[in-house]
């Protein structure tokens, strides 16, 4: 084969209809997905061990994948589809989700979206028409910095630390501390002021504080209005619902579960890093971490404090091209 | 003289005082004994009712394991039974254009019919071309009506959708049948149905990593017992198995007939249980789960159970090789017969 580079095919890969690759275990759900996306070019597989292969070949737009199958995870098809074919958006599409599935699905697969069946066909079919048009007009971007780039954003762009447990504060700070500008606050006024005073390319949070205050609204704003930071969330027990919701509308960018590992807490915020340095420099890219808040989430987030929604709406926006509001 | 009087009645004074002392003392221990005696009533009548609240705890967890696994094996049919309703609906609307269409060919071709009376030449030449066109649109109209594939989708996404149904109709009679929720009490059971039932509740701990290997005998000889309860004993037995083995693994399930009556092994190619553990398996609250993973009643409850029902139960276990629990169950032939 001569052309191996994907990313430029013979054919304009943004004609036509879009090309989505469905895969899942059980063929009627196939059939099925196949009939309401018949409008679509739409491939499917019982096999997940060839869809990387498909998913490259056919260069799809869309992978909707099924969580369990007798071979293989969705979740590990989905790593392979982002290592091998990055330009296609992900979703996963699951009858039962157990916490393992959800967490590596944001760690692993870093999936778009997450879909419990039985499905809403409305709503599906807006996703992926939608996570399609994101594949053309968005280019996929990784997160791995050169030793320079990395030296660059380290210096320039700040980390911030979203945490009112003491001890874990004095952990992360060891494992930080040397290596990143990190800052600390306990509350998410204090949040708030880091991010208006300085460059905050990571923001690393608890779900809720001791004191039972819930961030997940905050992170969800956070991201709605400027989807170019990374958010990585550690906390002490997830429950699998809290982890999709803050998958679908606050696009976390890595999950981890306490006692905080140096080892995955430093690669998580390089790659981190990384991600927010590549977006500044490729600001279209920033489409595919974008948020929609759910109505639920839009209610919640009226009860927020006044100040606080408007001042996360009118945060500086520091990327060239991104408007840092997006409605 | 009148001193060994005074003697004797001091004697005998002080022997009635001892006497009535350790009356007294009696007494007194007699109602301390009472008092204790009630005490412990008290005590146990707390302990009976923890026991019962414990167990019942530990019921409401099976049935979240239960919920969660059968709302997993429901949502798939339901996925797609659900969204092949809606789309067949829509496949029968764009089916409808196409016999709309139909119908005006075949308008047009009538009118020509009408024209032709009132003809002169120029308009006769017309005529032709009209009805040219119009069998010509008739003829796409009719191979389009006859080529689409729209019914046979159609009626493909329904007997998907009559498959689904049926597979969830039988899901929900499974599961009826493992809660037994329209007949509490003592019943003639057939142990493949109860092994069945339990094996697809437990298809979500089970169905990613663990193979299923069922060696169930035909015709086994029905028991009597507490459906209910049975069920729960292969669903903690299946259960124990699958969280033996850590990754893959292969769940042996046995039914057969012995002499005494009915046998059902769960044999798996797990951990086995080490030496120093294995007679503490049965006792109540031992675990060597994490402090909140497991209640250490499990095993418990299964040996209360078994043994309420006259049975029992036989371990062998190998280390790293696997564990097999028997559960050995009096038949209905059997049992001694009482009449």
């Known amino acids: 084969m001569l052309g191996q580079d994907f990313e430029m095919p013979a054919a304009d890969p943004n004609r036509g209809p879009l090309r989505v690759l469905f895969i899942d275990d059980e063929a009627r759900i196939l059939r099925a997905l196949k009939a309401l996306f018949r409008d679509l070019e739409v491939y499917f597989t019982t096999e997940p061990r060839e869809a990387p292969a498909l998913a490259l070949k056919h260069n799809v737009d869309v992978v909707v994948c099924d969580q369990r199958m007798p071979e293989m995870l969705g979740v590990d098809v989905l790593r392979e589809i982002r290592e091998q074919h990055p330009r296609a958006m992900r979703i996963l599409l699951t009858g039962y989700s157990d916490l393992k599935a959800v967490l590596g699905s944001v760690n692993e697969g870093e999936v778009y979206r997450f879909v419990n069946k039985p499905w809403i066909n409305a709503d599906l079919r807006a996703l992926v028409l939608e996570a399609g048009e994101i594949a053309r007009e968005s280019p996929a971007i990784g997160d791995q910095l050169s030793p320079n780039e990395q030296n660059t954003a380290r210096s320039q762009v700040g980390v911030l630390v979203i945490e009112d447990d003491t001890t874990v504060q004095q952990r992360l700070r060891e494992i930080l501390q040397p290596h990143y500008q990190v800052r600390f606050a306990s509350t998410a006024e204090r949040a708030l002021q880091v991010l208006e005073q300085h460059e905050t390319g990571v923001v690393i949070s608890e779900t809720a504080t001791n004191h039972g205050a819930d961030l997940t609204l905050m992170l969800k704003a956070l991201k709605q209005y400027h989807p170019h930071i990374a958010t990585v969330v550690i906390t002490e027990r997830a429950n699998a619902q809290t982890v999709i919701e803050l998958i679908n509308e606050g696009q976390v960018y890595r999950m981890l579960i306490k006692p905080v590992r140096m080892g995955s807490c430093r690669l998580s915020v390089d790659s981190a890093l990384g991600r927010y340095w590549k977006l500044k420099q490729q600001p279209k890219a920033v489409r595919r971490y974008g948020v929609t808040p759910s109505e639920e989430t839009v209610r919640a987030q009226t009860k927020l404090p006044n100040s606080l929604l408007s001042r996360i709406r009118s945060l500086p926006a520091r990327l060239f091209g991104v408007g840092g509001v997006r409605i | ?339």
């Open chain 2, 1 to 339: 003289m009148t001193v060994v009087l005074v003697i004797l009645v001091l004697i005998l004074a002080g022997a009635a005082a001892a006497l009535f002392w350790r009356l007294r003392q009696a007494e007194a221990a007699k109602s301390q004994l009472a008092a204790e005696h009630q005490q412990a009533e008290v005590e146990l009548k707390q302990l009976q009712s923890s026991q019962a609240q414990v167990i019942h705890t530990t019921k409401l967890a099976s049935l979240g394991q239960m919920v969660a696994g059968v709302a997993h094996e429901l949502n798939t049919p339901l996925g797609f039974v659900k969204s092949n309703v809606e789309v067949v609906g829509d496949l029968l609307d764009d089916y409808r254009k196409l016999v709309k269409d139909y119908d005006v060919a075949v308008q047009l071709c009538q009118q020509p019919v009408d024209l032709m009376f009132s003809a002169d030449k120029e308009s006769l030449d017309k005529l032709v071309k009209h009805v040219e066109e119009s069998r010509r649109r008739l003829f796409e109209a009719r191979r389009a009506v006859e080529k689409s594939p729209l019914l046979n989708e159609a009626k493909e996404l329904l007997a998907d959708s009559r498959d689904g149904i049926t597979q969830l109709a039988s899901l929900v009679q499974n599961l009826k049948g493992f809660a037994r929720v329209d007949r509490d009490g003592m019943d003639l059971m057939d142990v493949n149905e109860g092994v069945e039932s339990a094996l697809m509740i437990a298809a979500h701990q089970l169905r990613d990593r663990i193979q299923v290997v069922r060696k169930l005998e035909q015709q086994v000889p029905r028991v009597r017992g507490m459906p209910s309860q049975l069920n729960q004993v292969f669903l903690n037995l299946i259960t124990n198995a699958a969280q033996a083995m850590e990754d893959e693994g292969t769940l042996t399930v046995t039914t057969r007939s012995s002499e005494s009556g009915v046998e059902i092994a769960f044999a798996d190619t797990g951990c086995g249980i080490p030496d120093d553990v294995l007679p503490k398996i049965f006792d109540p609250f031992f675990t060597t789960k994490a402090p909140g993973e497991g209640t250490g009643l499990g095993l418990s409850i299964v040996h209360k159970i078994v043994k309420s029902h006259g049975g029992s139960i036989k371990v062998r276990t190998t280390p790293n090789r696997g564990s097999e629990f028997t559960v050995m169950l009096p038949s209905e032939a059997a049992r001694p017969t009482l009449h």
